[in-house]
């Protein structure tokens, strides 16, 4: 009969499917009730099992597309009341979900199979008896499917099946057939956080550790799965508690110890990998890191890694029971009594807010290094929720908050400027524009002097001679402008001892290549690291210098002391260090980016760590260096000695311990209390062939170039006066990571729990009595920029225009240079002089951020493109006029500052309201921009020069509206902007010619966060299109000739002599005279091409990007915490469900 009703379907197939056929007698029975004939169910329920067990075939059929087999089949399942024939619709189901993966499961969820399982469930469970073989095929499922069912969790808790489970493990602990799918399915409910709540009030973690029991090699797989289950309720805070409460921590360790030492042949990981899962989830919490100490935890861990180190297999063991020791590593103190600088310089009055307002407004002896409350309960909350991977820099937030919505802050600003009147006085720094030309300016060296006789004024231009007359510069400091931070004399390098630290070596096949420079006894090189028993040979002092001079030509040691004398630091230095001394030799050694594997040199670095736990008699904790004391530091002669006094320098501690490891403390920059990453050292009195470890502990950012490749600078004297005077790339084992050195919620911008981070390096030095420096990148101090100045100016020819005037003097008391630079008009005839006063102005500035010493050397190299005789150098000074400001900050360079100037504030977002008093370059540097506006002379193009400590390659920021408007979803039609496309130029044409540009890193959205950066306020308020911010790698680049390099000087003032040339040919595109030139209009088409411009779009997201991978120990350690917001569970019904899918398809593939 049901044959016949079915045949109309079947007909197109030849001997039609009897399963199909089956399937449909089903179906009718379940249309009609009360033709119900459980005879019948049974049999026909019983004969599509036996196919199904019988052919692969029938199992596909009932799930091939546009099949209604499992439907029919859950739908019985729903109705029946018969339990022969639910038992073998239960056992078609095992079938059809045990083979075929996801994809037949995916159809039985998709088809509500989840819910009938669970209601089954339930209601079996009131059965009395209950029927065991039900309760075995129905949790077989459930475990089958829970994973596949993003909705599972809260599913089960709805339906009332947790407890249910939880019943069934409790009466069944001896039965592990039943037992087994029971753990694994309470393990998939236990993914959802609420669950985990509600199985932990029930018992369930008494239960699993019912389970849970020393080394056997039988039931692992239940083992296994409780394992699971328990550390997926120890997700939750209030269950770690409920188990640290009952003493579970000790009792876990043990488990592992256990099977650590039972486990010889490593048959078991996986289980001693899901111990280490329950322990790490215990330590979430302050309670389960303080039970774990006081277990011994550390000790176990410790013990049975290093005991592991020597099998690849058990890696995974190491890590996670490192991950676990570094986050119970209890907290230290920063050995420091301030983080304040330990310089000091009062300013002339602090600013109404901000950072340093609130430095200022600090108590006196409050310990700022720690906060008190740390170990207060109450701050729990604060720290564990702590998601470990925040991002310290604020334009390195998520990119759509920061992206700017505001249109008007988007259009030029139509604001007032100051009265013309008070801008009238920066017209002697535009002499060009106005003074007439004399005969004698196109005579010798085309000398174009401002007038000489200026007034002793603040603002009076600085005269650098055309000839190396030997002036002082102090001497354009008259005293009675001192700066009011004046309590030190003068430098007085006169009156310093030399200290030879270096033993004369004679290496015959080098002394003729290099000259022999012997210092007169009057000046000291370097410190010698604070001088020492060699001071008695002073006055013989005689050292071989390389003669670097004739190798760089802009390099003079002698000039560079005499610089030296000018500048003034708040420390008041009175040394030189080395390399700024004899000079940097750039060679064409190309450094390629160190390849390191991931976490493996940092395993190792850590477990070093771990070990001053461990094994406290070890460390020496012995203090070799120290700027906070004044007292010298006695010396047994068996530590390395260290020095940071002088130019540029940052090093403000150095903590021997172990006999060849040295923790190092850098200095905050002044009137601040972080920022530190710059850092410029000397090492003295090592032992050749030691390797020799140092950590610098007191960083702040979240992670770091050193962790993909970018090495520490050195400077060996010895190599220098054997022939190598350079800087190189050096040092292995580099890593950087978290540390166990708090941050108080000071020094962490507010923010409570946060820990400082570990750079380490690790140098085997070549020579004996050498001194070596290390420094963040190749140091460029501000003697060096006066030295390069005074060079760079006796080239001048008389086709140049050259002239230095002081922009301003500086907080310091030092002074700011200004370069004008253009070439000459060929004749005082009117048609000259016209030419010459219409050539656009193009302002160029660098160096705002000391750190990014990278920069200056970018500047160098376009400096001395601009000052050579090239052909296109000539045609570039024809072209424009160059306004430079070389750099921006000299007070933050000359004390070692990272980031601020003196008054402790970030100079580039000082740009919208400087203060004259504290930030004067950017005061003077605005208002001379907004004079030249007010005259009419825009500038074609405003770039300033900085570094990046994150990404690769050199690249541009600049500034469109459109591109910004289109990155956020604002609805751009109300948004009609005309815009000229021209801001794309330039950083095109740089990517065609300049290898280490990349133009797909550029970006021209403007964010909130720079809103008052000189690029962002350069282009609204003066109006300026092409204003940029060139940023520059510290690291090396990923793409083009350079690719896999790092990053060198030689590279870097290519990359400023190109940017020149690129200026040269932007010309091309903006000079009315040349615009029509058809080889020109291809590049033209093709750069404004408005097609192409959902490219870059793209790419600015990209770029906003870091080229930082997530540090990989990160993203598991943050994984951890996910747990905020945990609900309080009282009948939760109506919660949301927490749980992700892709939480649960993970868990599910961990096993
Ligand atoms: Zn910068």
């Known amino acids: ?75 019985f399942l729903e109705n029946t009341r018969d339990l022969q024939t639910t038992m073998n619709i239960l056992s078609i189901l095992n079938e059809l979900l045990t083979v075929g993966g996801g994809r037949r499961t995916g159809v039985f969820v998709s088809k509500g199979g989840t819910a009938i399982l669970l209601q ?57 057939k039943l037992l087994l799918p029971c753990v694994q399915v309470l393990r998939v409910y236990s993914g959802n956080l609420v669950n985990a709540v509600s199985l932990g009030k029930s018992g369930a973690l008494e239960l699993m550790f019912e389970i849970i029991g020393p080394f056997s090699k039988k039931n692992t797989t239940l083992l296994k799965a409780a394992l699971d ?45 899901s111990i280490l899962g329950c322990i790490k989830n215990f330590t979430n919490i302050k309670l389960g890191r303080k039970a774990f100490i006081d277990a011994n935890g550390m000790r176990i861990l410790y013990n049975a890694s290093t005991e592991c180190l020597p099998v690849r297999t058990l890696d995974p063991l190491v890590n996670t029971s490192s991950l676990i020791m570094r986050k119970c590593f209890p907290k230290n103190r920063l050995p420091l009594p301030t983080i304040k600088s330990v310089y000091q310089h009062a300013l002339p009055h602090i600013p109404a807010g901000g950072p340093v307002a609130q430095l200022y407004s600090q108590p006196p002896g409050v310990d700022d290094v720690v906060d008190e409350s740390d170990e207060n309960e109450a701050t729990e909350v604060d720290t564990e929720n702590d998601t470990e991977n925040e991002d310290d820099e604020t334009d390195h937030k998520t990119q759509n908050d920061d992206i700017e919505t505001d249109i008007n802050k988007l259009l030029p600003r139509q604001m007032q400027t100051r009265p013309f009147d008070e801008l009238r006085v920066y017209e002697r720094f535009c002499l060009e524009f106005t003074r007439d030309f004399e005969d004698n300016d196109f005579e010798s060296h085309g000398s174009v002097m401002p007038p000489t006789s200026v007034e002793p004024d603040l603002h009076c231009p600085l005269i650098i001679p055309t000839m190396l007359a030997s002036i002082s510069p102090q001497n354009s400091h008259p005293q009675n402008i001192q700066p009011p931070r004046s309590n030190h004399s003068p430098l007085e390098l006169d009156s310093i001892s030399i200290s030879k630290t270096l033993e004369c070596k004679h290496n015959p096949d080098l002394v003729c290549s290099l000259g022999l420079l012997v210092l007169d006894g009057g000046v000291s090189v370097n410190g010698g690291s604070g001088g020492g028993p060699q001071e008695e040979t002073r006055d013989q002092a005689e050292i071989e210098v390389p003669d670097t001079a004739a190798l760089l030509p802009l390099h003079d040691p002698d000039l560079y002391l005499e610089m030296v004398k000018g500048t003034r630091s708040v420390p008041a230095y009175t040394e030189v260090a080395y390399p700024d001394y004899f000079g940097h030799v750039a060679l064409n050694l190309h450094e390629p980016i160190l390849e390191r ?30 700027l906070d004391m004044s007292c010298p530091i006695l010396d047994n002669g068996e530590s390395l000695k260290f020095n940071s006094k002088f130019e ?146 006796a080239l001048r020819t008389a086709e140049i225009y050259y002239r230095q005037d002081e922009l301003c003097e500086t907080l310091g008391g030092n002074s700011c240079p200004l370069l004008t630079i253009t070439a000459m008009p060929e004749s005082r005839s009117n048609e000259h002089i016209s030419q010459f006063r219409s050539r656009p102005v193009v302002f160029l500035s660098s160096r705002v951020h000391p750190g990014e010493t990278n920069s200056s050397w970018v500047m160098k190299g376009s400096l001395e493109f601009l000052m050579s005789c090239s052909p296109q150098a000539q045609h570039l000074r024809e072209s424009y006029i160059f306004k430079i400001i070389p750099m921006l900050n000299p007070d933050g360079v000359i004390n070692g500052n990272h980031r601020c100037s003196l008054s402790g504030e970030d100079l580039n977002r000082q740009w919208q309201n400087p203060n004259e008093g504290l930030h004067p370059t950017i005061y003077h540097a605005k208002s001379l921009l907004q004079y030249l506006r007010a005259t009419g002379r825009t500038p074609l193009v405003f770039c300033d020069y900085h570094g990046h400590s994150r990404k690769k390659n050199v690249f541009m920021y600049g500034c469109s509206i459109k591109e910004t408007v289109w990155q956020t979803n604002v609805n751009t039609s109300n948004c009609d902007i005309h815009e000229d496309l021209g801001y794309r130029t330039l950083p095109k044409l740089l990517s065609l010619m300049a290898p280490a540009f990349s133009l797909s890193s550029c970006s021209f959205v403007v964010e909130r966060s720079k809103e008052a950066t000189a690029r962002v306020v350069v282009w609204r308020e003066i109006g300026v299109q092409r204003s940029y911010t060139m940023e520059s790698t510290l690291c090396g680049f990923d793409q083009g000739k350079y690719k896999g390099l790092q990053i060198g000087t030689k590279e870097l003032e290519e990359m400023g002599a190109q940017f020149c040339v690129g200026l040269l040919r932007l010309r091309g595109f903006t000079d009315p005279l040349e615009l029509h030139n058809s080889h020109l209009e291809d590049i033209e088409n093709d750069l404004v091409d408005p097609c192409s411009i959902p490219n870059i779009t793209s790419s600015t997201t990209h770029l906003l990007e870091e080229d930082e991978p997530v540090f990989l120990e990160e993203v598991d350690y943050s994984a951890e915490s996910n747990d905020e917001n945990e609900p309080d569970l009282q009948d939760n019904h109506v919660l949301p469900d927490p749980s992700s899918d892709s939480e649960l398809s993970r868990q599910d593939s961990l096993t």
């Not at 289950?229 to 110890?257: E, F, P």
């Open 1 to 75: 009969m049901w044959q016949e009703i079915n045949k109309p379907k079947m007909a197109t197939e030849k001997g039609a499917s009897r399963v199909l056929t089956l399937l449909g007698q089903l179906e009718r029975l379940n249309e009609d009730p009360k033709a119900s004939d459980t005879d019948a169910t049974r049999q026909i329920t019983g004969k599509i099992l036996h196919l199904i067990q019988t052919q692969e075939k029938t199992r596909k059929e009932m799930v091939s597309k546009g099949s209604s087999g499992m439907e029919v089949i859950l739908s």
């Open 120 to 176: 089954l469930l339930v209601s079996s469970s009131k059965d009395i008896p209950l029927n065991e073989e039900l309760m075995l095929h129905v949790h077989s499922l459930l475990v089958k499917v829970g994973p596949k069912d993003r909705k599972f969790g809260v599913k089960a808790r709805l339906n009332g099946a947790l407890n249910v489970t939880v019943n069934l493990v409790k009466r069944n602990l001896q039965n592990h």
């Open 229 to 273: 289950t328990l550390a997926a309720l120890l997700k939750s805070k209030m269950n770690a508690r409920r188990a640290l409460d009952r003493g579970y921590m000790s009792t876990v360790l043990t488990i592992y110890q256990d099977w650590h030492r039972n486990d010889k042949r490593h048959r078991h990981m996986i289980i001693r990998k």
């Open 597 to 626: 594997v991931n976490g493996v040199q940092s395993r190792t670095k850590i477990f070093q760590d771990i070990e001053r736990l461990i094994h406290p008699s070890d460390i020496l904790d012995k203090v070799v260096y120290d």
């Open 648 to 793: 540029s320098g940052n090093l403000r501690k150095a903590i021997q311990v172990r006999k060849c490891e040295y923790d190092l403390i850098l200095n905050s920059d002044i009137n601040s209390n972080h920022y530190h990453q710059w850092f410029y050292f000397e090492v003295g009195s090592m032992r050749p062939g030691v390797r020799y470890r140092f950590n610098i502990i007191n960083c702040e950012k979240s992670n770091s170039q050193f962790n993909y490749g970018m090495q520490v600078l050195m400077y060996s004297v010895q190599e220098a006066i054997s022939g190598s005077p350079q800087w190189v790339r050096t040092g292995s084992d580099i890593c950087y990571y978290k540390n166990h050195f708090s941050r108080s919620s000071i020094a962490a911008g507010g923010q409570r729990g946060k820990s400082y981070f570990t750079m380490t390096f690790t140098v085997t030095f070549q020579h004996k009595d050498d001194v070596c420096y290390f420094a963040y990148h190749y140091p460029y101090t501000y003697s060096m920029l006066k030295m390069h100045l005074q060079k760079l100016s």
